[in-house]
Structures are given as structure tokens and as C-alpha cells.
């Protein structure tokens, strides 16, 4: 039997959980589906919709924004006109047409996939058959993307791409280089590029020393 709340002011229709309704929903609403709750016919309203957590719905659903609760179901097929997000493990057996953007969590299952704007994508997609661009959010690397002839993008991580090296120690000089190394020369030795990048002085005039007592030169 179901239990049915109404909240006038958000114009919100609200299954509560643990509760079945054995009625189409066509009205012009926002519907909430509690925690294991079941839809046991077609939804099509111009509001938002909301399943959740294993909560169900036998048909299709129409309906403008799509949250898929955790683990919820459709045996249908779900149209958005909005955005769809589907959290962990949630599925749809039938077609998923998205005119807006896709937030796809882990685990989902979806018969079909065809959005028109970006496709969110945490873990593996959630179907072989997928239109649409695609984005990945995580460092894997699937070949099933690669199949689909879909674009897939990766993310780029902040902090990646711009390697930071670390500081030097101080203390450790770096080692000289082989150019840098001249060997100091023997001493009263000259090297060559000394020999040829220096000229002699002229030395210095000596004075001439006499013999003794000036006698001879």
C-alpha cells in the first residue's frame, strides 16, 4: 500500500519508502521516490525526478532532471531534458537519451547511452553503446572507449605536467667539470699555452760587475 506525501510549495509529489504505487504518474510535478520504493507503471512529468536508494520504477520515465539513486532501477527507458546523474550501481534497462549532461558513478549499468553534452565517467562506462563526448575522471586507461569511436578526454591533474625539483643541499659543491680542471704546472716549468700566451719580459739591464778593484771588466 502506498504511502503519499504532497508538499504544495515545491509543487513535489513523495512516495515514501518501502511504499508501491500501482498508478501512472503523468503530472505536471516533481516526484521523489523514497529508499526501496516502487513505481509499478510509466512516469512522465515536466518536474524533476529523483529515485532513491534501490528504489524502482516497471516503465519508462520522462521527466526533466534524473537522479539515480544508489542501486536504483529502470526497466524502462528514461528521457531527460535536463541533466542525468546516476550514483553507484544505479541501471536502466532500456535506452538513455540525455539532451543535456551525464554524471556517471561506478557500477552503472545503462542499455544504451546518448547525451548531448559531456559525459561524466567514474570507473568503466556504463554501456557498449554510448554517443556521445566523453570525459574520464581517473588515470585508467580503457580500451572499450578506444572501441566505441566516442572522443574520450582524460583530466589533467592539478600538480601534474609541472615536475618542481627538489633544493639543493647545501654544503656539496657540484662536481668540476673535466674542461674546468687545470692542472697546476711544475714549478720552473711553463706550459705551452703559457709559453704561447705570454712573451718574455726583457730582463732587467744587470749591472755589470768589475773584478777587483776595478781593474778589469
Given amino acids: 500500500m502506498a504511502s503519499i506525501r504532497a508538499h504544495k510549495d515545491s509543487n513535489t509529489l513523495i512516495i515514501m519508502k518501502n511504499s508501491s504505487y500501482a498508478r501512472p504518474i503523468t503530472h505536471r510535478i516533481n516526484l521523489i521516490l523514497g529508499m526501496n520504493a516502487r513505481c509499478m507503471e510509466q512516469v512522465a512529468i515536466d518536474g524533476d525526478l529523483e529515485l532513491g536508494k534501490n528504489a524502482q520504477v516497471t516503465g519508462s520515465v520522462r521527466a526533466r532532471n534524473v537522479i539515480l539513486g544508489p542501486g536504483s532501477v529502470v526497466y524502462g527507458d528514461v528521457t531527460a531534458y535536463g541533466d542525468l546523474k546516476a550514483l553507484d550501481n544505479a541501471s536502466v534497462i532500456g535506452h538513455v537519451a540525455v539532451q543535456g549532461g551525464a554524471f556517471v558513478r561506478p557500477g552503472v549499468r545503462f542499455g544504451s ?38 572522443e574520450a578526454i582524460k583530466k589533467a591533474e592539478p600538480g601534474k605536467g609541472h615536475v618542481v625539483q627538489p633544493p639543493k643541499s647545501p654544503g656539496k659543491a657540484e662536481p668540476e667539470k673535466a674542461a674546468d680542471k687545470v692542472k697546476p704546472a711544475a714549478k720552473g716549468k711553463q706550459t705551452q699555452a703559457q709559453k704561447k700566451g705570454k712573451k718574455k719580459a726583457p730582463e732587467e739591464e744587470k749591472p755589470k760587475k768589475k773584478g777587483f778593484f776595478g781593474l778589469f771588466k
Fill in 113 to 150: 547511452l546518448d547525451v548531448g553534452g559531456l559525459i561524466e565517467i567514474q570507473g568503466r562506462p556504463p554501456s557498449k553503446h554510448i554517443q556521445g563526448k566523453m570525459v574520464v575522471n581517473d588515470d585508467m586507461d580503457y580500451p572499450e572507449l578506444k572501441k566505441m569511436g566516442a
